[in-house]
């Protein structure tokens, strides 16, 4: 089966919005937008299965305070899209109440039901996430100096 143009989009807008509002309740909504076969990759995991996926999401819900994805861009071309995103968030772990906020990017695939069979997640990790945590600030930092040019 082959998807419309119109199905693709509307296929990703239920995904932004998925992702827009996501909370630790509708984490039990994964498998009406990941295929049960679906690979998801990022800096830190790489998984396959929707059990995968929603195990990366809990673990965000557990670690961060107030988790979440701000949807800035898409570009959507036959059965695929890349999202360009914002991640807000508190760190629990370290004493600071700033919200921290990381870009970022996601290569998504759908089949022809219009599920997510790959989703790759491009950020980085030094810049995004390293250089804000206190204990590594200083080293990130001083490393970045040392390897520019």
Known sequence: MNLTHQAIEHAVQNL???????????????????????????????????????????????????PRFIVTERIVQDRQCF???????????????????????????????????LHRDYWDAAEELYEKLPMVRVLMRWLKRRASS
């Not at 790489?46 to 107030?66: A, P, W």
């Open 83 to 117: 999202l360009v995103w914002e991640f807000r968030f508190r760190f629990k772990r370290f004493d600071t109440e700033s919200m921290q906020t990381i870009h970022g990017g996601s290569h998504l695939k759908f089949n022809a039901d219009g599920k997510v069979t």
């Open 16 to 66: 932004i919005e998925f992702f827009e509002l996501l909370d630790p309740d509708n984490l039990k909504n994964l498998a009406n937008i990941y295929s049960q076969e679906a690979k998801f990759k990022d800096p830190f995991n790489d998984v396959l299965g929707v059990k995968g996926i929603e195990s990366i999401f809990t673990h965000m819900f557990e670690t961060l305070d107030s």
